[in-house]
């Protein structure tokens, strides 16, 4: 039988892929995550990989012997180090049209609970208090807001479609996107640093790639308007985290809502846990029962294409065809 490694994963089991590849002569087996000499010492007898949060860095990557694919259980694939995947010729694949609706309506209740103080309102009332717990110019209303949305692929627009429905003056800065494409969904395309500027808010909806890494720096919040409010659901990475805590600190920063964090999970007395002026999620805003359930349904599947030697969708470092498989293309 082929062997598929499952580098780690957070379900209960893994029968969702079992059921699907164990019929087609693939075993499934599963890595406790956290396990690195584990997961070393399998790598080398795998015929596929799936991958949650694992660091597959270049030393775990040429251990890969066998390995036809790689699959990101997810969009985001900065836990693999996609060159060295490149080098060895291996394809890496990623799940990109999954849980956009759960991402977008997280953003949502970030932005939501950032400008009506929603966690403080409700703390107040069950700790036997009645009235204001937060001065009224911390109560915002969108409408009177520019917002400011950084990248605008499949999450970011599904964002700024929401945000459309409050009336807010809406910015997108995204070097991919179409001036057509954004006036069409009711917003204004401009530079990031012209958001940054006249933004009263900015969430973050951009991957995390070597241009994006600290995009959100000492520098770009200095350049923010103060007391401005910033939301992430993205990756903790675009975000430098000593900048954004000076900036909550000193208050030039006023709010930040975050599903991300760098590192993840934070250190219990990480400093930032102290603030009053944030709220932090575990990383959850992807989280559904449809969305679960269709994510590792399409990582099983592009598994069984690559058993069968057909086409791989979602290639994202640019392996067509190594010789010793079947010929791939990106979709």
Known sequence: ??????????????????????????????????????LLAK??????????????????????????????????????DLEAAK???????????????????????????????????????????WGLPVPVTDMRCLKSMTVGVVGFGRIGREVASRLSNFKCRL???????????????????TSLENLLVNSDLVTLHCPAIPATRHLI?????????????????????????SAMYEALKSGKLGFAALDVFDPEPPAPDHPALALKNVILHSHIAS??????????????????LCNEGQPLPNIVNGVTGPARFAAMAVS
């Open 171 to 189: 910015l997108v800065s995204d070097p991919a996107a179409k001036a057509a494409d954004v006036e069409e969904a009711g917003c204004e395309l």
């Open 87 to 129: 080098r060895r010729g291996i394809p890496v694949c990623n799940v990109p049209d999954y849980c956009i609706d759960e991402v977008a309506d997280h953003t949502l209740a970030l932005v939501l609970s950032a400008t009506r103080r929603v966690v403080e309102n409700a703390n107040f009332v069950s700790g036997g208090k």
């Open 1 to 38: 039988m082929s062997r598929l490694i499952v580098t780690d994963y957070t379900f209960p089991t893994l029968e969702v892929e079992q059921r699907r590849l164990t019929p087609l002569g693939i075993a499934v087996e599963g890595v406790k995550a956290g396990e690195r000499a584990e």
């Open 287 to 304: 989280a559904s029962d449809e969305a679960v359930l269709k994510l590792r349904s399409d990582a099983a599947a592009i598994v069984a």
């Open 43 to 80: 790598l080398p007898t795998a015929d596929f990989v799936l991958t949650q949060f694992a660091k597959l860095d270049a030393e775990a990557i040429d251990r890969m012997e066998k390995a036809r694919v790689i699959v990101r259980y997810g969009i985001g694939v900065d836990n693999v």
């Open 217 to 241: 720096n000492f520098d770009t919040l200095d350049a923010m308007k103060p007391g401005a409010i910033l939301v992430n659901v993205a990756r903790g990475n675009i975000v430098d985290t």
